[in-house]
């Protein structure tokens, strides 16, 4: 007599299961993630392009075209801060800092937390 071989029933269901879970949890990372990535390009060119010594006027006005041609809309200008470099004189960096919270399931939500900071006129990394 041969011994049965192959998954379970309850095998197969705990599987699906987790293939589930896996599908749910990256639909609603990615897209925060590909928004993260393209403050991130947001940061990098608007540092690249500004000299150390702009005003803060002018680095909002480009934060703000960058913004409106990539539909940004859930961001201000205000969410992006000049800031001095610890350990450099004169040196500032542009910086943001949000956070996220995303509905997953039931009554769980994602909190997360994004960072980012260029020294302005910086060259860029890639």
Same mark, same amino acid.
């Given at each position: 007599?041969r011994k049965?071989?192959?998954a379970t029933?309850?095998?197969?269901?705990? /599987?699906v /299961?987790v293939?589930?879970?896996?599908?749910?949890?990256?639909?609603?990372m990615a897209?925060?993630? +590909? %928004?993260?990535?393209?403050v &991130?390009?947001? =940061?990098d060119?608007?540092?690249? %392009? @500004?000299p150390?010594?702009i005003s803060?006027?002018?680095?909002? &006005? !480009?934060i $703000?075209?960058? +913004?409106? =041609?990539? @539909?940004?809309?859930?961001f @201000?200008?205000d969410?992006? !801060?000049?800031i $001095? =470099?610890? /350990? !450099?004189?004169n =040196? &500032?960096?542009?910086e943001?800092?949000y %956070?996220v919270r995303?509905?997953w399931v039931?009554?769980?939500d994602?909190? +997360?937390n994004?960072?980012?900071?260029?020294e302005?006129?910086?060259? @860029? $990394?890639t």
């Amino acid at each position: 007599m041969r011994k049965q071989q192959g998954a379970t029933f309850l095998t197969w269901v705990a /599987g699906v /299961g987790v293939v589930i879970f896996v599908f749910l949890t990256a639909t609603k990372m990615a897209p925060l993630y +590909m %928004e993260f990535y393209t403050v &991130r390009s947001l =940061v990098d060119h608007v540092a690249q %392009e @500004s000299p150390g010594n702009i005003s803060l006027q002018q680095i909002r &006005r !480009k934060i $703000d075209d960058f +913004m409106v =041609v990539n @539909s940004l809309d859930s961001f @201000s200008t205000d969410d992006f !801060k000049v800031i $001095d =470099v610890q /350990g !450099k004189n004169n =040196v &500032r960096a542009l910086e943001i800092h949000y %956070e996220v919270r995303k509905h997953w399931v039931a009554n769980i939500d994602f909190l +997360m937390n994004f960072q980012y900071s260029k020294e302005l006129g910086a060259a @860029s $990394d890639t």
